[in-house]
T-cell receptor, first 113, second 117 residues
Framework: DQQVKQNSPSLSVQEGRISILNCDYTNSMFDYFLWYKKYPAEGPTFLISISSIKDKNEDGRFTVFLNKSAKHLSLHIVPSQPGDSAVYFCAASADSGNTPLVFGKGTRLSVIA | GAVVSQHPSRVICKSGTSVKIECRSLDFQATTMFWYRQFPKQSLMLMATSNEGSKATYEQGVEKDKFLINHASLTLSTLTVTSAHPEDSSFYIC?????????????FGPGTRLTVL
């Protein structure tokens, strides 16, 4: 049973427009959520995170929104740039400390110039 | 941010041999490291939690005698794939937690591509 779901395996967006990547989770114990960006044959790179006490966190072009009641979070990238093309993983944890992350299957974002 | 390195980045070996992958935290101490495995076009799957000075904790379905984990120091964890077979070919990634702004951020190594012939 997948606890973290990214239902869109791929997304194409034009350069300059907004990219919205979605993530759903089932475990109500999750209280910390992260987004990672990954290129082929490389490790994931941390992008942005949000704790369950917040509903929004913003860092430059990246904003993560959390809807706890719907168990849904989304990553907004605006404006999208060709360099943003990568696979984006949503991850969740039941503790901000030393617990492993549960990952979604990822969404491949293609930003078209 | 904190830096985690892995060595080697790529390894090709013959079936039946053993391969050791090192994971190092370069600028911080990590009492806990994690080993993940990623199959093509799939998510990262946690294999085991590596604890410094104690035995690793393996996820269900992961053979502990095949994937030997040793967390010898606060900056080094090793994963040894014993008697490797072609189905062990995969991308192996380690991670470690480092304190960051009040939270413990998990930093990932660059990964190791294992190909078993």
């Amino acid at each position: 049973d997948q606890q973290v779901k990214q239902n869109s395996p791929s997304l194409s967006v034009q350069e300059g427009r907004i990219s919205i990547l979605n993530c759903d989770y089932t475990n109500s114990m999750f209280d910390y959520f992260l987004w990672y960006k990954k290129y082929p044959a490389e490790g994931p790179t941390f992008l942005i995170s949000i704790s369950s006490i917040k509903d929004k966190n913003e860092d430059g072009r990246f904003t993560v929104f959390l809807n706890k009641s719907a168990k849904h979070l989304s990553l907004h990238i605006v404006p999208s740039q060709p360099g943003d093309s990568a696979v984006y993983f949503c991850a969740a944890s039941a503790d901000s400390g030393n617990t492993p992350l549960v990952f979604g299957k990822g969404t491949r974002l293609s930003v078209i110039a | 941010g904190a830096v985690v390195s892995q060595h080697p980045s790529r390894v090709i070996c013959k079936s039946g041999t053993s391969v050791k992958i090192e994971c190092r935290s370069l600028d911080f101490q990590a009492t806990t490291m994690f080993w993940y495995r990623q199959f093509p076009k799939q998510s990262l799957m946690l294999m085991a939690t590596s604890n410094e000075g104690s035995k690793a904790t393996y996820e269900q379905g992961v053979e502990k005698d095949k994937f030997l984990i040793n967390h010898a120091s606060l900056t080094l964890s090793t994963l040894t794939v014993t008697s490797a077979h072609p189905e062990d070919s995969s991308f192996y990634i380690c991670s470690a937690f480092a304190p960051s702004g009040g939270w413990n951020e998990q930093f990932f190594g660059p990964g190791t591509r294992l190909t078993v012939l």
